[in-house]
């Protein structure tokens, strides 16, 4: 399928994807209480879409001169650490935003992890449910997940004295922290909190929303755009709409959120 194809795809439907408002909300229910019955130990949530929330402002990236800056200090030009699909760590360019919100409190997964054989070696991730995030078996950085979709006793990758290796999650909480920041760079990943994950959220298929991205990377470089824009850009918007008219996500073999994720509690 062409970029220009894609292109055509995304005029033709650019009136009716910015009518639609994509609000999102999450109501949980205890599924397993403690045997004295005063504890839940996990929840199950549902949740309905709004944009993709990705990260919040404290989330920390690690720029060319080696020192961490939080995404709410982040600005377009800083080059950060990513790690392309050669499993290889490099520094590039914040091309912008996709979507960002400095003020007001939003839902995210506060990830857990510990790193395998580092037992004192602890840290945190927060990230939007429907964000993509790769785990640690995945070598080429084709199968990304949902954070919604991880489990305790997952493995993500990790960044460790400069080296990508194996975290364990240890347990997953859902909280509010202030504002939401969607970071965007060339190669559509980023090592956030020292985790390495995808640019993208909404559609299942990291490679996929990439390919599709150039198109809004192409719109942004010929017509500049906002960045502070909370909404997200109507090109990422019709991404899932493609998929879901075309096939495309059945054919890849991967599924498209389904809204239900599990958490070990609320923060």
């Not at 309905?48 to 600005?75: H, Y």
């Not at 969607?182 to 390919?211: K, R």
Request: proline share 2%; glycine share 4%.
């Amino acid at each position: 399928m062409s970029l220009l194809f894609l292109f055509c795809l995304l005029l033709s439907s650019f009136n009716y994807v910015r009518s639609q408002n994509y609000p999102y909300d999450s109501t949980c229910n205890c599924t397993s209480i403690s045997s004295n019955g005063n504890i839940c130990l996990q929840y199950t949530c549902l949740t309905i879409k709004r944009v993709a929330q990705c990260f919040p402002g404290r989330s920390i990236v690690i720029t060319e001169n080696g020192l961490m800056k939080s995404l709410s200090d982040l600005k377009k030009g800083d080059r950060v650490l990513v790690m392309n699909k050669d499993n290889t760590l490099m520094y590039e360019p914040i091309e912008g935003f996709i979507h960002l919100k400095r003020d007001g409190l939003f839902d995210f997964l506060l990830i857990n992890i510990k790193i395998d054989d580092h037992k004192n070696t602890t840290t945190s991730l927060f990230i939007s449910l429907n964000h993509l995030i790769f785990l640690a078996n995945d070598t080429e950085l084709k199968s990304a997940i949902f954070a919604s979709q991880l489990h305790v006793d997952d493995r993500i990758k990790y960044l460790h004295h400069n080296q990508i290796v194996a975290a364990k999650i240890e347990s997953i909480y859902l909280t509010k922290e202030e504002g939401f920041y969607a970071p965007l760079t060339p190669s559509g990943t980023i090592i956030i909190d020292n985790v390495v994950v995808s640019n993208y959220a909404t559609v299942s298929n990291h490679q996929l929303a990439h390919y599709v991205m150039n198109i809004y990377r192409w719109w942004t470089h010929l017509f500049g755009s906002n960045e502070n824009n909370e909404n997200v850009h109507w090109t990422l918007q019709l991404i899932e709409r493609i998929v879901k008219w075309y096939g495309i996500e059945k054919f890849s073999q991967t599924s498209t959120f389904d809204g239900v994720f599990q958490v070990s509690g609320f923060l």
